[in-house]
């Protein structure tokens, strides 16, 4: 299995409150992924990142903003959570881009 | 825009029936294309991928063709075990980091 790890596995925060998620990848891989998961929607691009420092916006990217000062680590931050932002988020590693991705686990967040 | 349309869920099937699930696709120039299985509480696991077409996906007993003519991508395995019970998502794949575009999966239940 792919060494992805993200953290917390679930989260359950308060509309307005900021909320950080970490992706942490020990496979050296150059490509870095944040998806949410919703019902009817299949997954959806949030934002990614192509190496330290070097990230992009997906199709849903309002709302959130992301970091990597690290080849290891991914952080996906809401800045202020909505309800809307209720999901469950997979964070994605691959060596090329759009070539054979493993995913994380999941974290589920529940925004009250 | 580019676009992946699947079969609506849930899919039951007895223990060694033969299943199929529809996958089209709608997309200019020449996608790759992905089946991607996610398994309870997981994320998701690529199963198969085709890159051309009439290139045939195969891997675990599950297999799917790439058909230009009619853009489809359907996933079939000739005898089912509970094992496989999932989500399957269909994805394209046009190179850069924005253009993996998922379908929004289909539940399979296998029953004993």
């Known amino acids: 299995d792919a060494g992805i790890t993200q953290s917390p596995r679930h989260k359950v925060t308060e509309t307005g409150t900021p909320v950080t998620l970490r992706c942490h990848q020990t496979?050296?891989?150059?490509?870095m992924y944040w998806y949410r998961q919703d019902p009817g929607h299949g997954l959806r691009l949030i934002h990614y990142s192509y190496g330290v420092k070097d990230t992009d916006k997906g199709e849903v990217s309002d709302g959130y903003s992301v970091s990597r000062s690290k080849t290891e680590d991914f952080l996906l931050t809401l800045e202020s959570a909505t309800s809307s932002q209720t999901s469950v988020y997979f964070c994605?590693?691959?060596?090329?881009?759009?070539?054979?991705?493993?995913f994380g686990s999941g974290t589920q967040l529940s925004v009250l | 825009g580019d676009s992946v349309t699947q079969m609506e869920g849930p899919v039951t099937l007895s223990e060694e029936a033969f299943l199929t699930i529809n996958c089209t696709y709608t997309a200019t120039g020449y996608p790759s294309l992905f089946w991607y299985v996610q398994y309870p509480g997981e994320g998701l696991q690529l199963l198969l991928k085709?890159?051309?077409?009439?290139d045939k996906g195969s891997n675990k007993g599950f297999e799917a063709t790439y058909r230009k003519e009619t853009t489809s991508f359907h996933l079939e395995k000739g005898s089912v075990q509970v094992s496989d019970s999932a989500v399957y998502f269909c994805a394209l794949s046009k190179g850069s980091a924005r253009q993996l575009t998922f379908g929004s999966g289909t539940q399979l239940t296998v029953l004993p």
């Open positions: 085709a890159t051309k077409a009439d």
């Open positions: 994605a590693i691959s060596e090329v881009t759009n070539e054979k991705l493993f």
């Open positions: 496979e050296n891989h150059r490509y």
